[in-house]
């Protein structure tokens, strides 16, 4: 069984694993990293400023000014409660359909070349006759797939935002 204190250190380290990832991948500062992947682990109905202040233990102002970078990156965005002043902040289903839609475009251009090459290929050994020339090209098989694949996450992700559209 886990206990509540094994749970939140893993918690953090997921964090701290994630926060890395995308300080990277999304050229982020470190504590807007935090506050992006502390966001994922979370997932659920949001996380109240106050939250993200103890969790990250970082000041007021630091997380005040990384939550309107991310803002301003619309990789966040924020509901409130009736009757209850608090900010929750969400991922923003937006960005992650625009992260996924990035992708799409850097594997179609990519797919495009590829495709250039394996015709060009084929345009160079159509005076080979050997029948043992290997024609077909995996790569772009791959591609192809990994396409697919992407088209069907925006789909689920477009779903999924129209589901969860009561915030």
């Known amino acids: 069984m886990n206990s509540d204190k094994s749970l939140e250190i893993r918690k953090k380290e997921l964090v701290e694993k994630f ?30 400023f106050d939250e993200l202040v103890v969790f990250l233990a970082a000041s007021k102002s630091t997380i005040s000014t990384n939550i309107q970078l991310l803002s301003n990156r619309g990789m966040l965005t924020f509901y409130t409660k009736p009757g209850d002043r ?3 902040f969400i991922l923003s289903p937006e960005s992650l359909l625009a992260r996924v839609d990035d992708e799409i475009v850097q594997y179609r251009m990519e797919y495009q070349i590829v495709k250039e090459i394996a015709e060009f290929r ?5 005076k080979d006759v050997d029948p043992a020339i290997n024609k077909s090209y995996p790569y772009l098989d791959f591609l192809s797939s990994s396409l697919s694949l992407l088209e069907t996450l925006k789909e689920n992700v477009r779903a999924n935002c129209d589901m969860n559209s009561h915030h």
Do not use: C, W
């Open 19 to 48: 926060g890395l990832f995308m300080e990277r991948q999304d050229n982020l500062p470190p504590i807007a990293a935090r506050i992006f992947a502390s966001l994922v682990v979370n997932k659920g109905d949001g996380t109240t």
């Open 86 to 88: 608090k900010k929750y």
């Open 122 to 126: 084929d345009e160079m050994h159509e």
